[in-house]
T-cell receptor
Framework: AQKITQTQPGMFVQEKEAVTLDCTYD???????LFWYKQPSSGEMIFLIY??????QNATEGRYSLNFQKARKSANLVISASQLGDSAMYFC??????????????FGTGTQLKVEL | DAGVIQSPRHEVTEMGQEVTLRCKPI?????LFWYRQTMMRGLELLIY????????DSGMPEDRFSAKMPNASFSTLKIQPSEPRDSAVYFC????????????FGPGTRLTVL
């Protein structure tokens, strides 16, 4: 079974609108962390936001927020007020606790976001 | 800090040749990761080190691939002999070992094997 599932291969959003990128995960480890990375067309991987499994509140970083629904095993990324520069590939990733694999990350297949005028 | 440094940025070689990719992690980071990214397989972890010791190499495709980390500031990924299917972007990333710390990625090496 896939550990990280991103079901939206591509998304379009209008500038200044909000957009939600979906991510579901699968783990039996009670301790895990969820990460989102952005990969623009230039190719670099840019860290956006982190959510720990024990965190009580949803993570936020500027225009990025993470809609963490633990019971549903989902960790959707919400980008508010989209900008043209947000056009990129977005990856969801999970780090499981010691029993699950140490500190390595497992990545999803990504969602290509295109912001339109 | 200069970030994670990888060299070369681009490598074109012929099938059968040896390829060595290099990585300098961020100073102070004690975990180092090698990833490979292709259209078909996405982003795959090849191997990672904690405190210069290889912890998990289950992602290394086959014996043609080897990785070393002789000290805290340098790692290599070697492919010998290279094959066209090895063509990909290879990323090195580093982090602190703490669970919640993000991995910082280098710019990647784009490898083309003809």
């Amino acid at each position: 079974a896939q550990k990280i599932t991103q079901t939206q291969p591509g998304m379009f959003v209008q500038e200044k609108e909000a957009v939600t990128l979906d991510c579901t995960y699968d783990t039996s480890d009670p301790s895990y962390g969820l990460f989102w990375y952005k990969q623009p067309s230039s190719g670099e991987m840019i860290f956006l936001i982190y959510q720990g499994s024990y965190d009580q509140q949803n993570a936020t970083e500027g225009r990025y927020s993470l809609n963490f629904q633990k019971a549903r095993k989902s960790a959707n990324l919400v980008i508010s007020a989209s900008q043209l520069g947000d056009s990129a590939m977005y990856f969801c990733a999970m780090r499981e606790g010691v029993t699950g694999g140490g500190n390595k990350l497992t990545f999803g297949t990504g969602t290509q976001l295109k912001v339109e005028l | 800090d200069a970030g994670v440094i990888q060299s070369p940025r681009h490598e074109v070689t012929e099938m059968g040749q040896e390829v060595t990719l290099r990585c300098k992690p961020i100073s102070g980071h004690n975990s180092l990761f090698w990833y490979r990214q292709t259209m078909m397989r996405g982003l795959e972890l090849l191997i990672y080190f904690n405190n210069n010791v290889p912890i998990d190499d289950s992602g290394m495709p086959e014996d043609r691939f080897s990785a070393k980390m002789p000290n805290a500031s340098f790692s290599t990924l070697k492919i010998q002999p290279s094959e066209p299917r090895d063509s990909a972007v290879y990323f090195c990333a580093s982090s602190l070992m703490d669970f919640s710390n993000e991995q910082f990625f280098g710019p990647g090496t784009r490898l083309t094997v003809l």
